[in-house]
Every structure is written in structure tokens, then in C-alpha cells.
């Protein structure tokens, strides 16, 4: 199974920070690496697909970046609403596999 | 508008088995795999595996193989998640979600509770 590794486990930052999220994959899954947000009590949502492809209806400060194996999640000015945990996601094979995610928090 | 419509909250006891749906509608239900993840409070996301409507083929987290059974009805766009021999550790928030690589809709979660 390809495991991803997600760093940091927590992140404290300022509205207005420019942040980046990693996730490592075990082995490469090409671009294969999409992002998901989840806000308390709510499902999670579709951030980024294919590593760097943007979403509909998602804000243009979130963008994705990397390829093979280390992947980037970047929130460019950083804002309350933000708050919530960062996942990534293996897309490549079966079985589907998530990073451990990152969890945003504001300052 | 793609919808995904989960069942409601489950109490359970343990040894018990329980079965979930998933009413899928404003998409082809038979052309993409349904997806299942379990949510444990305060934990990640985990995948439990995948069914393809289309032709009923499964696959499986091999951590869940004979614990999850996967179905689909696709005469009224429903899938099915059976959950069987119903420990404290199956206590969670069940997803469904549509798609092939990535998982661009999900259900609103069914909420599992194991207690005796």
C-alpha cells in the first residue's frame, strides 16, 4: 500500500500568513495526489485535484504544487475561515490512501 | 446537481451487523465508483474500499475485508455498506463519495454508535 506522510501535524498561523502544507508519498504516484479540507462537523470538500489542477468554487489562494512523490498544498494570505484539517490523498491505485492531515489553526 | 443522501444515525450492539446506504442522484450512477470512509471521532479519513455500479467489481482495504460488504442497486442508484461482528473500534462516521481518482462529492455521513 502507498502510505502518505503528512508534515507538519499542526500549524498556528496569522490571517494573512502564507502557509504550506507537505504530504510524501511512499513511493511515486506521478500527479496523481488530490487535497481535501474538512471543517468540524462538516464532510470533507475537494481542494485541489491531479496535485495541481484548481477546483471550481474553490478560492484562488489555495493552490497545489509537486509531482512523484512530495507535494505542496499552499493557502497564499491565509484567513479565519481556513480553519479546518488538510488531507491529502493517494490517487494512483487501489486501496486509496489519506495522509494523517495537517491541522490549521489561527492565531 | 450531484447529490450523495447518506441513512441516519445507527445505535448498535456489539457482535450485531448493520447496513448503511448511500442514494446517489444527478449523475450516471453506473459509471463511477462509490467510494466508503470511516471517520473515528478526532481521527483522519480512511478508506474502506470501492464498488463499481456499473459491473458490481469491488476492491477492499485489506483492514476491512470481511468486516465491510459493498453493493449497489442501480435501479434506484443506492449503494450499501454492511458492516458485520460490531466492535467499540466500528464506532465512527461512515462516507460515501463518488469518483474515480479523487472525490469530488460526498455524502453528509452516517454516524455509527457501538454500545451495549
Known amino acids: 500500500d502507498i502510505v502518505m506522510t503528512q508534515s507538519p501535524a499542526t500549524l498556528s498561523v496569522t490571517p494573512g500568513d502564507r502557509v504550506s502544507l507537505s504530504c510524501r508519498a511512499s513511493?511515486?504516484?506521478?500527479?496523481?495526489l488530490h487535497w481535501y479540507q474538512q471543517k468540524s462537523h462538516e464532510s470533507p470538500r475537494l481542494l485541489i485535484k491531479?496535485?495541481?489542477q484548481s477546483i471550481s468554487g474553490i478560492p484562488s489562494r489555495f493552490s497545489g504544487s509537486g509531482s512523484g512523490s512530495d507535494f505542496t498544498l499552499s493557502i497564499n494570505s491565509v484567513e479565519p475561515e481556513d480553519v479546518g484539517v488538510y488531507y491529502c490523498?493517494?490517487?494512483?491505485?487501489?486501496?486509496?490512501?489519506f495522509g494523517g492531515g495537517t491541522k490549521l489553526e489561527i492565531k | 446537481e450531484v447529490q450523495l443522501q447518506q441513512s441516519g444515525t445507527v445505535l448498535a450492539r456489539p457482535g450485531a451487523s448493520v447496513k448503511m446506504s448511500c442514494k446517489a442522484s444527478?449523475?450516471?450512477?453506473?459509471?463511477?465508483?462509490m467510494h466508503w470512509v470511516k471517520q473515528r471521532p478526532g481521527q483522519g479519513l480512511e478508506w474502506i474500499g470501492a464498488?463499481?455500479?456499473?459491473?458490481?467489481?469491488?476492491s477492499y482495504n485489506q483492514k476491512f475485508k470481511g468486516k465491510a460488504k459493498l453493493t449497489a442497486v442501480t435501479s434506484t442508484s443506492t449503494a450499501y455498506m454492511e458492516l458485520s461482528s460490531l466492535t467499540n473500534e466500528d464506532s465512527a462516521v461512515y462516507y460515501c463519495?463518488?469518483?474515480?481518482?479523487?472525490?469530488?462529492?460526498w455524502g453528509q455521513g452516517t454516524t455509527l454508535t457501538v454500545s451495549s
Open positions: 463519495t463518488e469518483g474515480s481518482s479523487y472525490f469530488d462529492y
Open positions: 444527478g449523475y450516471t450512477f453506473t459509471s463511477y465508483w
Open positions: 464498488i463499481y455500479p456499473g459491473n458490481s467489481d469491488t
Open positions: 513511493q511515486s504516484i506521478s500527479d496523481y
Open positions: 491531479y496535485a495541481s
Open positions: 490523498q493517494n490517487g494512483h491505485s487501489f486501496p486509496r490512501t
